[in-house]
Structure formats: C-alpha cells, structure tokens
C-alpha cells in the first residue's frame, strides 16, 4: 500500500515556475513507476508525465515536452514535476499516482492516487 500526498500547487503568472512535489509513504518506494496527470474543469484526467521506478526513463505529454521535467528521490520518497514557462492553459489539479508496474499514460495503469494540488496560471 502507497499513500501520495502532493504539495507545491497554487497561483502564477503566465511564464513563471512552480515546483511539485508527491510524497509517497512505505518502504517500496523505489519499485513504484510515477506519474503526473491533470484535469480541468469539465475535461477527463491526462497524463503530463511519468518516470520509472529507477529513475532513467521518463515520458512526457506533447503539451508540457521542453517546459516540464518529472525527477524523482527514491532516498526521498519523492517524485517532483518542475513547471517553467506557465501558460493559462496549464491550469489544472494535478495528481500524482503510482503504480507497481511499468509507467503508463493511462489513468487506469495506477494503483495509487493522490488528492491532487490546484495549479491556476493567470494570464
């Protein structure tokens, strides 16, 4: 069992930075593939990105790739999502989860959630 809690979410202009952060509990951290998915206001969730469980392969969704990078500290417990260059349509809760097996872009390839953070970019 993995419990994710995010933090870091809040308010931004149109090209500034903010930093995510997923802290996941338990022992197992490091055999967890991470991902970071999205949802506004009357859309479906959306991957933004995910990370193995080493660390060494990440994925990105065409919308954030060059302005988004996941990372993550196995020593830590923690997976980030660093945001530069911001834009309104970025606007969004954003959700961290796990899962056991190899990282996905699908929704329905994690096990664990978390409650998600707002991330609102003004313009």
């Known amino acids: 069992q993995v419990q994710l809690v995010e933090s870091g979410g809040g308010l931004v202009q149109a090209g500034g930075s903010l930093r995510l952060s997923c802290a996941a509990s338990?022992?197992?951290?490091?055999?967890?593939?991470m991902g970071w998915f999205r949802q506004a206001p009357g859309k479906e969730r959306v991957i933004v990105a995910a990370?193995?469980?080493?660390?060494?392969?990440?994925y990105y969704a065409d919308s954030v790739k060059g302005r988004f990078t996941i990372s993550r500290d196995n020593a830590k417990n923690t997976v980030y999502l660093q945001m530069n260059s911001l834009k309104p349509e970025d606007t969004a809760v954003y959700y961290c989860?796990?899962?056991?097996?190899?990282?996905?872009?699908?929704?329905?390839?994690?096990?664990?959630w978390g409650q998600g953070t707002q991330v609102t970019v003004s313009s």
């Open positions: 338990g022992r197992t951290f490091s055999s967890y593939a």
């Open positions: 990370i193995s469980s080493s660390g060494g392969l990440a």
């Open positions: 989860a796990g899962t056991i097996r190899r990282y996905t872009a699908y929704v329905d390839g994690y096990e664990y």
